[in-house]
């Protein structure tokens, strides 16, 4: 079972364009926080994990888990754009009984975990994780975090585990967009030295810029870095990256976009 070997740049245009109009018919929030994950969603989903979107259980698929489930239209548009469901379905997103949620869930083809409070995605990873080794299974497990919710002790508990029990299957990934919420990471809730707190719970860490396809394939595409360590990638990322006016603009957290908002955001992405 291959990668699907995706042009991931037009991924992520591509996804950009269906999250912004997703947000906006559903008068939706955290377009900011989607735009900054797509060149890590698409490079994974187009160039790195091993998947099959018309058997989106297969037993030996790489499971993804979005920790930030609040991001969840870029992952949906990434689902669609790739085949795990028809394109029309996104028109759904935010409305009532769609399955379609808000913040990211399972009952959508190719979700393995519903999230919507922080600090989930990473102890529920681990787990599917020891279970691979359990099971002597080759499958990978890649979790996407935010940075705001590193201030979740849940996730400290899962990475001490994971490096106990030598779980080198698992990857954390970071999006290091410095904003949450209301300001910034900095102001609300410290977290550096993040390598350095990586690497002391017993983690291979690298860094990289989140919007960099190649230099991001290249590092996931050579997993472990370390036997017998979990990998923790610190993608330096833009909140909004991609549209102008959205870019580290703290405010497009919470706002949805308006019919001149969206035109113009459409314009520069269709001439990127």
Request: net charge negative; proline share 3%.
């Amino acid at each position: 079972m291959n990668s699907l070997e995706l042009d991931s740049y037009d991924l992520a245009r591509r996804m950009r364009i269906q999250a912004l109009q997703m947000v906006h018919r559903a008068r939706a929030s955290h377009i900011g926080s989607a735009l900054s994950i797509c060149d890590i969603v698409a490079t994974l989903y187009g160039q790195v994990m091993h998947l099959q979107p018309d058997q989106p259980a297969a037993t030996q698929r790489d499971r993804f888990i979005l920790s930030k489930g609040h991001a969840c239209v870029a992952v949906y548009a990434a689902l669609a754009e790739t085949g795990f469901f028809p394109k029309e379905n996104l028109f759904r997103y935010g409305q009532d009984h769609s399955e379609l949620m808000n913040h990211i869930s399972h009952k959508v083809p190719g979700v393995e975990f519903s999230t919507g409070s922080l600090g989930h995605g990473l102890p529920f990873g681990t787990g599917k994780a020891l279970a691979a080794k359990m099971q002597a299974q080759n499958w990978r497990t890649f979790v996407l975090l935010s940075d705001g919710e590193l201030g979740e002790g849940s996730n400290w508990e899962a990475m001490m585990f994971a490096a106990h029990h030598q779980l080198d299957n698992l990857v954390a990934i970071v999006d290091y967009n410095k904003l949450q919420s209301l300001t910034t990471v900095d102001q609300t809730l410290r977290i550096e030295p993040l390598a350095d707190k990586a690497h002391a719970f017993g983690w291979a860490v690298r860094e990289v810029d989140g919007h960099d396809h190649v230099k991001l394939a290249e590092l996931l595409g050579t997993l472990p870095w370390e036997a017998g360590k979990p990998s923790f990638l610190i993608a330096h990322t833009t909140k909004g990256k991609g549209v102008s006016f959205m870019e580290n603009k703290v405010e497009w957290h919470y706002k949805s976009p308006s019919q001149e908002q969206l035109d113009q955001a459409l314009e520069e992405l269709n001439h990127a």
